[in-house]
């Protein structure tokens, strides 16, 4: 008999949630309702909505959009977005994270500080990601996004430094970061930095490692285009070499070794519950016949 746990700790944060109950309710009054970019990253969530009514669209296509109306998810938009919509009479349902807006408006206002005083705005996070260009566009492009060390070549240190974090980036990684800043900076130069990472997002890191350890065999869920995602992995390779990436139940097609008695399943921050528990439902058709 192979006792099967779900992780807790795993699948959606609250802001995905929310915007997730955001599209469903909207969609209970709406035929078709547009979200700009992919609800969340899981291939499976957004067909399931896509059944629905929920109809993904990118930049482009807002544009060309008239009296519609779109939702824009967790990771939050750059107001060029907003300005647009308004041009083309497009009614917004905000699903931002509230996390997300809260250093969407410090960003912008450190920014108006920083056009009196040139200090430099610097981002840590993915260059790219949506929340980061959403970040990137409260400064009018002129952040500087690092993903990593060898990216503060592009730092001035003779100037003063505002340093932010996308939600979703590690702990550890951003105090690397703080760490170095702090040794190459000048005599007398100023150097603030915000801890603007969401801790739901972070405590998933030790959480999962703990959850792995204590299984003979994991089963990872998540979506091929989660970085969250990838990163979890990771951490869970680490915690147990016994650690499967699949993104569906049906990739699982034979029982397990006999000598593995727990399994755990776990995922991301995009991995939908219902996912994971198919994926344990699969597992104890497969092995405890």
Same mark, same amino acid.
């Given at each position: 008999?192979?006792?099967?746990?779900?992780?807790?700790?795993?699948?959606?944060?609250?802001?995905? !949630?929310?915007?997730?109950?955001?599209?469903?309710?909207? +969609?209970?009054?709406? @035929?078709? +309702?547009?979200?700009?970019?992919?609800? !969340?990253?899981?291939?499976?969530?957004?067909? &399931?909505?896509?059944?629905?009514? /929920?109809?993904?669209?990118?930049?482009?296509?807002?544009?060309? +959009?008239?009296?519609?109306?779109?939702?824009?998810?967790? %990771?939050?938009?750059?107001? *060029?977005?907003?300005?647009?919509?308004?041009?083309?009479?497009? $009614?917004?349902?905000?699903? =931002?994270?509230?996390?997300?807006?809260?250093?969407? &408006?410090?960003? %912008?206002?450190?920014?108006?500080?920083?056009? =009196?005083?040139?200090?430099?705005?610097?981002?840590?996070?993915?260059?790219?990601? @949506?929340?980061?260009?959403?970040?990137?566009?409260? $400064?009018?492009? $002129?952040?500087?996004?690092?993903? *990593?060390?060898?990216?503060?070549?592009?730092?001035?240190?003779?100037?003063?430094?505002? /340093?932010?974090?996308?939600?979703?980036?590690? /702990?550890?990684?951003? &105090?690397?970061?703080?760490?170095?800043?702090?040794?190459?900076?000048?005599?007398?130069?100023?150097?603030?930095?915000?801890? =603007?990472?969401?801790?739901? !997002?972070?405590?998933?890191?030790?959480?999962?490692?703990?959850? @792995?350890? *204590?299984?003979?065999?994991?089963?990872?869920?998540?979506?091929?285009? *989660?970085?969250?995602?990838?990163?979890?992995?990771?951490?869970?390779?680490?915690?147990?070499?016994? $650690?499967?990436?699949?993104?569906?139940? &049906?990739?699982?097609?034979?029982?397990?070794?006999?000598?593995?008695? =727990? !399994?755990?399943?776990?995922?991301?921050?995009?991995?939908?519950?219902? /996912?994971?528990?198919?994926? @344990?439902?699969?597992?104890?058709?497969?092995?405890? +016949?």
């Amino acid at each position: 008999m192979v006792q099967v746990e779900i992780d807790k700790s795993s699948g959606f944060c609250f802001g995905v !949630v929310t915007a997730i109950e955001s599209a469903e309710r909207e +969609l209970k009054k709406e @035929a078709v +309702l547009y979200c700009l970019g992919d609800i !969340v990253h899981n291939n499976l969530e957004v067909e &399931r909505l896509k059944i629905e009514g /929920l109809r993904t669209i990118d930049h482009a296509a807002l544009a060309d +959009l008239q009296g519609e109306k779109v939702l824009l998810r967790a %990771h939050g938009e750059p107001p *060029s977005t907003y300005e647009l919509a308004r041009k083309n009479n497009i $009614t917004i349902i905000d699903a =931002t994270c509230p996390v997300v807006l809260r250093l969407q &408006r410090k960003i %912008h206002s450190c920014y108006l500080q920083s056009k =009196t005083d040139r200090s430099q705005l610097v981002i840590y996070g993915k260059k790219g990601h @949506a929340e980061v260009n959403g970040l990137v566009g409260q $400064t009018e492009g $002129t952040a500087i996004v690092i993903e *990593s060390v060898e990216d503060l070549e592009k730092l001035d240190f003779e100037r003063d430094i505002i /340093l932010f974090s996308q939600t979703t980036k590690s /702990l550890d990684g951003f &105090r690397e970061i703080i760490e170095e800043i702090k040794r190459r900076i000048s005599g007398g130069v100023k150097f603030d930095y915000h801890d =603007t990472i969401c801790r739901q !997002v972070a405590n998933r890191l030790p959480n999962i490692k703990k959850f @792995a350890a *204590s299984h003979d065999w994991i089963y990872f869920v998540a979506g091929v285009k *989660s970085s969250n995602g990838r990163v979890l992995f990771e951490e869970c390779l680490k915690a147990n070499p016994n $650690t499967l990436f699949i993104t569906e139940a &049906r990739e699982i097609t034979e029982a397990l070794p006999p000598e593995v008695k =727990t !399994v755990g399943v776990c995922g991301a921050t995009s991995t939908p519950k219902w /996912l994971m528990e198919e994926v @344990a439902n699969r597992i104890n058709d497969l092995n405890n +016949l």
